[in-house]
């Protein structure tokens, strides 16, 4: 029988090296404009750097601009479908019936959420969309008829790093800028950073790494297993002490993924219990000295 208590802990995920063994686009979208990765994605770096501009933004525009050379729909029902041929790194489909299945027998409640660089539609297309609170990633702006022809949302590597805080305050709107700058008791913010876990594997993910960390929370560097160029990146992440654990990205029961994750949970309610603890003790102390006291 689970044990009731109000423990919510957010699990967030980098999708692209951490989720899935690549970059999104490559899994069918990029062969269905009649490229290769390399080609593409050397198109978006000379773009990129030819104008000055961020790569996030090139590459959503060269999307566009290679779907409508294919003449392939710009709808989002299409970017939903190429996130059906996205393949995922090993037991990432059975993860979250595990993890919640543990978290529930200890009485916390988990929260899973998606912050990445890549497309939310593509994202929305993949067996796994259904599993995360929500998914912030990059997005398009669509016309009356339901055709992408602006970015709507450009997520980069530093930009990340606002929907911590907006989780950390109970804010799911990318709309509101307002909410997440308010000003918020740490008492009173819905998540925590201490009860936070941040999956990442690159570059891109180490502000969210390192700020989660650093505020009281857990980072974990996944890294494709075999490659040791990876293995050798996520290692230095935790040379450098941006990260608190190194894991290769299999999510199977038992690997080393799900047993750090279950000894941060253990962690996390013990915790919890222990300041439950002092809380009740304290407030022993009050009534013995001040018997008349009305505590509220």
Not at 74 to 90: M, N, P, T
Not at 193 to 215: A, H
Request: hydrophobic share 35%.
């Amino acid at each position: 029988m689970s044990k009731k208590s109000n423990i919510i802990v957010a699990l967030i995920y980098d999708f692209d090296g951490t989720l899935s063994p690549g970059n999104m686009q490559e899994f069918g979208f990029i062969e269905a404009v009649k490229k290769n990765p390399k080609e593409f994605w050397t198109e978006n770096s000379k773009l990129s750097n030819d104008n000055d501009a961020d790569q996030i933004l090139t590459y959503m525009y060269l999307m566009m601009q290679k779907a409508i050379s294919e003449k392939i729909s710009l709808k989002r029902e299409q970017f939903q479908e190429f996130g059906k041929d996205v393949k995922l790194f090993k037991g990432v489909e059975e993860w979250f019936v595990l993890i919640n299945e543990y978290a529930k027998n200890n009485g916390i409640t988990i929260e899973h959420y998606i912050n990445s660089s890549g497309l939310a539609e593509i994202i929305e297309g993949t067996p796994i969309a259904r599993e995360f609170k929500k998914i912030f990633a990059c997005s398009y702006l669509y016309d009356v008829d339901g055709k992408a022809y602006w970015p709507g949302v450009a997520v980069n590597y530093t930009t990340k790093t606002q929907f911590l805080f907006k989780i950390n305050k109970g804010i799911e709107s990318v709309a509101d800028s307002i909410g997440v700058n308010r000003y918020t008791k740490k008492e009173d913010r819905r998540i925590p950073f201490s009860r936070m876990v941040y999956f990442g594997d690159g570059e891109t993910d180490v502000p969210c790494m390192k700020l989660v960390k650093e505020m009281g929370g857990h980072s974990i560097a996944v890294y494709q297993p075999g490659n040791s160029n990876k293995k050798q990146r996520s290692e230095n992440l935790i040379a450098e002490n941006r990260v608190n654990f190194v894991c290769p990205a299999d999510y199977s029961r038992n690997k080393e993924i799900y047993k750090v994750v279950t000894t941060i949970l253990d962690k996390i309610k013990a915790d919890f219990d222990f300041q439950c603890l002092l809380n009740q003790h304290k407030m022993k102390t009050v009534l013995i000295r001040h018997p008349f006291t009305d505590i509220k």
